[in-house]
């Protein structure tokens, strides 16, 4: 299995980055799709998941309102961030997990490698 995330780079406060994620390996029809961040000096934390039905997203209070995920198939999913600010700045991570949403960590099945956004002030 594998989760290549890709859209990172560096922007300036207010602006727009829109990231992707394809996995391969196996099916991920029924999976949910998540993304989580790292900041420097931080935890990693959830960021937006999205399920199989319809109207299955998921937000931390952080960046609701302003990202938005969506999900083209079963294997790729999309995170769109508009209205960046300095403290989205962290490295991005795209994850998948089956079974029931959750927002830990601990419980995702696997794990991309994560694409760096920076946004300056």
């Known amino acids: 299995v594998q989760l290549q995330a890709s859209g990172g780079g560096l922007v300036q406060a207010g602006g727009s980055l829109r990231l992707s994620c394809v996995a391969s390996g196996r099916s991920f029809g029924s999976a949910i799709m998540n993304w989580f961040r790292q900041a420097p000096g931080k935890e990693r934390e959830f960021v937006s998941a999205i399920g199989w039905s319809v109207g299955s997203t998921y937000y931390s209070d952080s960046v609701k309102g302003r990202f938005t995920i969506s999900r083209d198939n079963a294997n790729t999913v999309h995170l769109q961030m508009n209205s960046l600010k300095p403290e989205d700045t962290a490295v991005y991570y795209c994850?998948?997990?089956?079974?029931?949403?959750?927002?830990?960590?601990?419980?995702?099945?696997?794990w991309g490698k994560g694409t760096q956004v920076t946004v300056s002030s």
């Open positions: 994850a998948t997990k089956w079974g029931s949403y959750t927002a830990y960590s601990q419980e995702m099945d696997y």
